[in-house]
């Protein structure tokens, strides 16, 4: 357990409107990653982070926008939202060992726009 | 741009029978990782292999990474209902602290 909490876990939204995801993590991770997960796309990274207010863009970061204002907490905003975005995001964050670069993900959080 | 292509992208097989799973790609990882997904859940770590021609045994699971450490596989022995989801390979470029992801395989065992 990578003490991972995501919010919400579900969520419908209109077309057009804003909507922020939030990431918390207990374990003081400095690598954070939200990603998308489609069928047949497997799982895209979206943005990342390497510190507080250190960010950087996934392959699929038009339409979003990140934030992180503390080692804590990872947000993910979409900005309008389509209904091409309807997915369900994963947070992440990765743990470096002998073995290498090592993701542990969150539960998911479910958007749909309509 | 790397690519990680992983097949078949689809298996629905009988409880006992053995699969195989492949993962294969043009570049040079550092390592290899395999995750296990279910349904409303996020991808856990199974495995993860570093050295070229490495073998790993997980219960049933045979973990192989390719001696160029350009490809995987996944070897399931006896699969079982229990081993039902959606099986990701994940390749480590030391890049950015960012894996490149194969599509998955999703793995129906009936029983």
């Known amino acids: 357990d990578a003490g991972i909490t995501q919010s919400p876990r579900h969520k419908v939204t209109e077309t057009g409107t804003p909507v922020t995801l939030r990431c918390h993590q207990t374990?003081?991770?400095?690598?954070m990653y939200w990603y998308r997960q489609d069928p047949g796309h497997g799982l895209r990274l979206i943005h990342y982070?390497?510190?507080?207010?250190?960010?950087d863009k996934g392959e699929v970061s038009d339409g979003y926008s990140v934030s992180r204002s503390k080692t804590e907490d990872f947000l993910l905003t979409l900005e309008s939202a389509t209904s091409s975005q309807t997915s369900v995001y994963f947070c992440?964050?990765?743990?470096?060992?002998?073995?290498?670069?090592?993701?542990?993900f969150g539960e998911g959080s479910w958007l749909t726009v309509v | 741009t790397q690519l990680l292509e992983q097949s078949p992208q689809f298996l629905s097989i009988q409880e006992g029978e053995n699969l195989t799973v492949y993962c294969n790609s043009s570049?040079?990882?550092?390592?290899l990782q395999w995750y296990r997904q279910e349904p409303g859940e996020g991808p856990v770590l199974l495995v993860t292999v570093v050295t070229g021609g490495e073998v790993k045994k997980l219960k049933r699971l045979t973990f192989q990474f390719g001696d160029a450490r350009k490809d995987s596989s996944l070897h399931i022995t006896a699969a079982q209902p229990g081993d039902t989801g959606l099986y990701l390979c994940?390749?480590?470029?030391?890049?950015?602290?960012?894996?490149?992801w194969g599509a998955g395989t999703k793995l129906i065992i009936k029983p």
């Open positions: 992440a964050i990765s743990e470096t060992d002998g073995a290498g670069n090592t993701i542990y």
């Open positions: 374990e003081n991770h400095r690598y």
């Open positions: 994940a390749g480590d470029t030391d890049s950015n602290y960012q894996l490149i």
């Open positions: 982070s390497y510190g507080v207010k250190d960010t």
């Open positions: 570049s040079v990882f550092s390592s």
